[in-house]
């Protein structure tokens, strides 16, 4: 079972604003990073650090976080972003590992 | 360009090893801590080990402790991931990916399927 815990499944309509979040204990002392993964492909790092944009990432996504909650918003979503989406950050047991959460099938209707 | 490539994997019965590396080109290879990612077919991501840059911290998912090591050759700009006592639950396509700052995995390889079957 994964410590960082997300929706399986988000749809939006094309142009319209979503939320995807991820949970865990261990957001409340570290960040979340945020990957996105179409089919066939390796993951992308779209959102780190406490709200960090990778070079080429369109503006459209921003993240944020409060308490043991981190989100990644994309503002006027487009057909490209229908992926998989997971959150990344350190476990809570304070022994420095990985812990992805289970994902977010994002859907653009 | 920077650029992750993968290679090693394969097909390999329950109980048998395989060893996979990345090569690493276009950064300094030396000055980042790099980790391994997997992803069983249609599943999640799972983290798996990561190593630092100069080799003195390392850490494994409860899951391969015990039966996977990791090292990096800084002078051949390369990672490694030794994997013995390989279970069906193994299988996966197995990503290294570059850490940097917060934590984050900024760039990932192609990736190479390892399958565990008799």
């Known amino acids: 079972s994964s410590e960082l815990t997300q929706d399986p499944a988000v749809s939006v309509a094309l142009g319209q604003t979503v939320r995807i979040t991820c949970q865990g204990d261990s957001l409340r002392s570290y960040y979340a990073s945020w990957y996105q993964q179409k089919p066939g492909q390796a993951p992308v790092l779209v959102i780190y650090g406490k709200n960090n944009r990778p070079s080429g990432i369109p503006d459209r996504f921003s993240g944020s976080s409060s308490g043991n909650t981190a989100s990644l918003t994309i503002t006027g979503a487009q057909a490209e972003d229908e992926a998989d989406y997971y959150c990344?950050?350190?476990?809570?047991?304070?022994?420095?590992?990985?812990?992805f959460g289970g994902g977010t099938k994002l859907t653009v209707l | 360009e920077v650029q992750l490539v993968e290679s090693g994997g394969g097909l390999v019965k329950p109980g048998g090893s395989l060893r996979l590396s990345c090569a690493a080109s276009g950064f300094t290879f030396s000055s980042y801590s790099m980790n391994w990612v997997r992803q069983a077919p249609g599943k999640g991501l799972e983290w798996v080990s990561s190593i630092s840059s100069s080799s003195s911290y390392i850490y494994y998912a409860d899951s391969v402790k015990g039966r996977f090591t990791i090292s990096r050759d800084n002078a051949k700009n390369s990672l490694y991931l030794q994997m013995n006592s390989l279970r069906a639950e193994d299988t996966a396509v197995y990503y290294c990916?570059?850490?940097?700052?917060?934590?984050?995995?900024?760039?990932w390889g192609q990736g190479t399927m390892v399958t565990v079957s008799s």
């Open positions: 990344n950050s350190r476990d809570s047991s304070g022994n420095h590992l990985g812990v």
């Open positions: 990916a570059r850490e940097v700052r917060w934590d984050a995995f900024d760039i």
